[in-house]
């Protein structure tokens, strides 16, 4: 169904702004169905009180799972910034473009410089977007360094971002052992299949996502300065949970 519907979207002619909005919509719809069905409890923490703010944010979080898009789908419905190898990952890849997911080149200079200028548009539109620094899953036990040329999109621009951290906690009613992580987490030579086999084995899944204060550019910051100011406090709120 989320398939028919996000397809019928996309080839409508009404512009990339209405267009996305309907697909955000189905987005948290479906993301929200999901959860109840996988039964993932997510307790939302901090700064709760910016998720109901109409003027758009750029969430720039933590990354570990494929699970992380359908927990802030659930919350914040935005469309999500990635690498462009996940556009050919089966299944992901797929469901990733049904989404509307803009997809990067880091390797391409070329390429990355449309990348960037599309990112400003969407942003210019009022469209939230998500970007994931670190450029990759994380084992979801630590976080990693943040990568910065895709902020090239947001310097001399006053851009209000949106910290947000989260953590797998409990599987099954149990703090997470040292191989539960693993089939939360999707990171590496993962492939997806066995892996969602793995994580659905789990009778209910418990999550933090902490919202923290907004971070205002004012058009001022450099992309690394945006980095390390999202980093610094992603990681403080990770690392006291």
């Known amino acids: 169904e989320y398939a028919f519907r996000s397809s019928l979207i996309h080839l409508r002619r009404e512009g990339v ?6 697909l955000l919509a ?7 169905r999901l959860l109840r069905a996988l039964d993932v409890e997510v307790a ?22 494929y699970l992380d898009m359908v927990i802030l789908g659930a919350e914040y419905p935005c469309l999500f910034v990635s690498s462009l190898e996940r556009r050919d990952d089966g299944a992901i890849g797929r469901i990733a473009q049904l989404a ?26 009022g469209i939230p977007l998500c970007l994931y620094p670190e450029g990759t899953t994380s084992n979801g036990r630590k976080i990693l360094p943040f990568k910065s040329s895709l902020l090239h999109a947001i310097e ?9 951290c989260l953590r797998y906690t409990h599987a099954d009613g ?27 084995k789990f009778s209910s899944i418990r999550a933090e996502l902490r919202i923290l204060d907004p971070i205002r550019t004012h058009g001022e910051l450099g992309r690394k300065e945006i ?12 690392q006291a949970s």
């Open 174 to 200: 149990k703090a997470l052992a040292a191989d539960d992580f693993d089939a939360i987490a999707w990171y590496g030579e993962m492939e997806f299949f066995p892996h969602f086999r793995r994580l659905i």
């Open 26 to 32: 189905l987005f948290q719809s479906t993301s929200r």
């Open 227 to 238: 980095a390390n100011a999202a980093r610094e406090v992603i990681e403080k709120a990770f």
């Open 100 to 125: 509307g997911t803009i997809f990067v080149d880091r390797q391409d200079r070329k390429r990355l410089r449309g990348d960037i200028n599309s990112i400003a548009s969407h942003l210019a539109a």
């Open 44 to 65: 939302l923490l901090g700064r709760t009180d910016l998720l109901s703010r109409k003027s758009p944010y750029l969430i720039i979080g933590n990354h570990s799972s």
């Open 156 to 164: 001399a621009r006053d851009v209000d971002i949106l910290p947000v």
């Open 17 to 22: 702004k209405k267009n996305s909005h309907l």
